[in-house]
C-alpha cells in the first residue's frame, strides 16, 4: 500500500529528477498539492509529510476542508471554474487563483480582496488547445487580459496557468508547454509564475519552466468522483 508520505516522497524525487535533467534550480519549481475530492484527513496527513500548498476546485468543499484544518498553516489555491457568485468566498478565503480567464471575475476579486489581507496572487488560465478546451483565454485575448488585471489594486498578477489537452506523447507535451511559456515571455511583464504540470505531465511542464506543478493523482491516489 502506498501512503500519502511515500507518494510525496516519489513525486518530489520526479521534480528534483525533472529539474536536473534541464540543469533547472530545483527550488524554482513548488508543488501544488491538488487535493479536489479527498478528505480533510488526507490533507492533515500531506501536511504532515511536509506539504504547505494546498489547491481545490470546489468552493464548498473547500471551505469545509478549510474550517476543519484552521488549526494548521496551510496556503490555499483556487483553481477550478469561477462563478461570479463565487468570488467573494474566493477573495477572503484563498491566497492564490490560478484559474482567472476572464476581466469580470478579476475586478471582483480585487473588489473583494479583504483590506487586512495582502494582494490575492492570480494566474491568468490560457487555453492552448484550441477548441478542446472551454477554460481559458485565448492567445489572441491575452495581453489586453493581463494588462487589465495587472492594473486592478487588490491583486498581483504572478503569471499564467494551463491545462493543455491530455496526451502520453512527450513532444506534444513539451509544445503545448512551451507555448505557455512563450506567451509570457512576450507578454513581458515581469511575471514569475507559470503554473503548469500535472500527475502524467510535471516531467515535460518543468523542462519548459513550470515553477507551480498542480500534483492530484500522484499523490492521493485515483479521485472517486461518486464518494465527493
Ligand atoms: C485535478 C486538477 C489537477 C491535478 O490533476 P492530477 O492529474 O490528478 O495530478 C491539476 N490542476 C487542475 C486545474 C485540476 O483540476
Known amino acids: 500500500m502506498s501512503t500519502i508520505a511515500g507518494n510525496i516522497a516519489q513525486v518530489e524525487a520526479r521534480i528534483r529528477a525533472a529539474a536536473l535533467a534541464v540543469q533547472r534550480d530545483v527550488t524554482s519549481i513548488h508543488l501544488l498539492a491538488v487535493s479536489k475530492t479527498k478528505p480533510a484527513g488526507a490533507l492533515r496527513e500531506a501536511h504532515a509529510a511536509g506539504i504547505r500548498d494546498f489547491g481545490e476546485n470546489y468552493l464548498q468543499e473547500a471551505r469545509t476542508k478549510q474550517v476543519e484544518l484552521a488549526d494548521l498553516p496551510l496556503?490555499?489555491?483556487?483553481?477550478?471554474?469561477?462563478?461570479?457568485?463565487?468570488?467573494?468566498?474566493?477573495?477572503?478565503?484563498?491566497?492564490?487563483?490560478h484559474s482567472v480567464d476572464r476581466l469580470?471575475?478579476?475586478q471582483r476579486l480585487s473588489e473583494q480582496r479583504p483590506a487586512d489581507l495582502p494582494p490575492l496572487n492570480i494566474c491568468i488560465q490560457v487555453n492552448v488547445s484550441g477548441e478542446a478546451s472551454?477554460?481559458?483565454?485565448?492567445?489572441?485575448?491575452?495581453?489586453?487580459?493581463?494588462?487589465?488585471?495587472?492594473?486592478?489594486?487588490r491583486l498581483k498578477l504572478r503569471g499564467l496557468m494551463a491545462i493543455p489537452e491530455p496526451t502520453e506523447d512527450r513532444a506534444e507535451q513539451?509544445?503545448?508547454?512551451?507555448?505557455?511559456?512563450?506567451?509570457?515571455?512576450?507578454?513581458?511583464?515581469?511575471?514569475?509564475?507559470?503554473?503548469?504540470?500535472?500527475?502524467?505531465?510535471?516531467?515535460?511542464?518543468?523542462?519548459q519552466?513550470?515553477?507551480?506543478?498542480?500534483?492530484?493523482?500522484?499523490?492521493?491516489?485515483?479521485?472517486?468522483?461518486?464518494?465527493?
Not at 496556503?75 to 487563483?97: M, Y
Open 209 to 228: 519552466g513550470a515553477t507551480w506543478v498542480r500534483i492530484g493523482t500522484a499523490l492521493f491516489g485515483a479521485r472517486d468522483y461518486g464518494q465527493a
Open 174 to 207: 513539451d509544445a503545448a508547454f512551451a507555448a505557455v511559456r512563450t506567451l509570457q515571455e512576450s507578454l513581458n511583464m515581469g511575471l514569475d509564475t507559470l503554473s503548469m504540470g500535472m500527475s502524467h505531465d510535471l516531467e515535460s511542464a518543468i523542462a
Open 134 to 153: 472551454k477554460s481559458g483565454c485565448t492567445p489572441t485575448d491575452l495581453p489586453a487580459l493581463a494588462a487589465a488585471i495587472s492594473a486592478l489594486p
Open 75 to 97: 496556503c490555499w489555491h483556487f483553481i477550478g471554474p469561477i462563478q461570479s457568485n463565487k468570488t467573494r468566498d474566493i477573495a477572503e478565503h484563498f491566497a492564490w487563483v
Open 104 to 106: 469580470k471575475i478579476a
